[in-house]
Structure formats: structure tokens, C-alpha cells
């Protein structure tokens, strides 16, 4: 069962922009933190932006300025909007949301990642 659904991502020159979507169930979108984070080839996925239920934002340091990560509370979709792509920037983008859910005497984190969409700017 798909629980988020990823769309945009493409091709691009450096410097240009693109714009990248996740949907999510309504039951997710409104209790679930959500993000983008991207893997390179050859390295480890990392974090790009996060974005709570309540609205705060947090960003890598290199997207800080570049990126913005939105939420659109009507179509339980977020967005992330890239500008001024760098070819460093090419990578698999990956939704996902997360939930903290408390069991065991402790607090488990839940995720849930959507396909992947590549992402690729060209010098």
C-alpha cells in the first residue's frame, strides 16, 4: 500500500529550479512530521527539510536559503521548492513522515518513505 506519493523532480541546469510534491492519506498528513531527504550515489541519505503539523521548518545548511519545504494543509501535500540548483544537489529525493508512537518505556520513531524521485542539475 502507497502512503506517499512523490511527483515533479526532473532535469535541470544549474541554477535552475524544480519543484517537488509528496500526498499523503489525511490520517497521515495530520499527525505525522513530514520531509524530503535525498541519497547520492555513493553516499548516505541525508535530511534536506522537515517540516511539522504545526508549521515549523528545519533545513540542511546547504539548501538553507535555497529550498523551501511547504504545506498544503487542503490537499495533505507538501512541497519543496528548489531554487538555484547546484549540480551537488543531484540525488534520489525522498518523502517521508514520521511519527514518534510510545511503547516499550520508550519512544519509537515511525517512518514511512515514499519511491524516490530523481533529481539531476547539470553544470
Known amino acids: 500500500q502507497v502512503q506517499l506519493v512523490e511527483s515533479g523532480g526532473g532535469s535541470v541546469q544549474a541554477g535552475g529550479s524544480l519543484r517537488l510534491s509528496c500526498a499523503a492519506s489525511e490520517r497521515i498528513f495530520s499527525t505525522h512530521a513530514m520531509g524530503w531527504y535525498r541519497q547520492a550515489p555513493g553516499k548516505e541519505r541525508e535530511l534536506v527539510a522537515t517540516?511539522?503539523?504545526?508549521?515549523?521548518?528545519d533545513y540542511a545548511d546547504s539548501v538553507k536559503g535555497r529550498f523551501t519545504i511547504s504545506r498544503d494543509n487542503a490537499k495533505n501535500t507538501i512541497h519543496l521548492q528548489m531554487n538555484g540548483l547546484k549540480p551537488e544537489d543531484t540525488a534520489v529525493y525522498y518523502c517521508n513522515a514520521h511519527v514518534f508512537r510510545y511503547y516499550s518505556r520508550s519512544h519509537h520513531r515511525v517512518d514511512l518513505w515514499g519511491q524516490g524521485t530523481q533529481v539531476t542539475v547539470s553544470s
Open positions: 517540516i511539522v503539523v504545526a508549521g515549523s521548518t
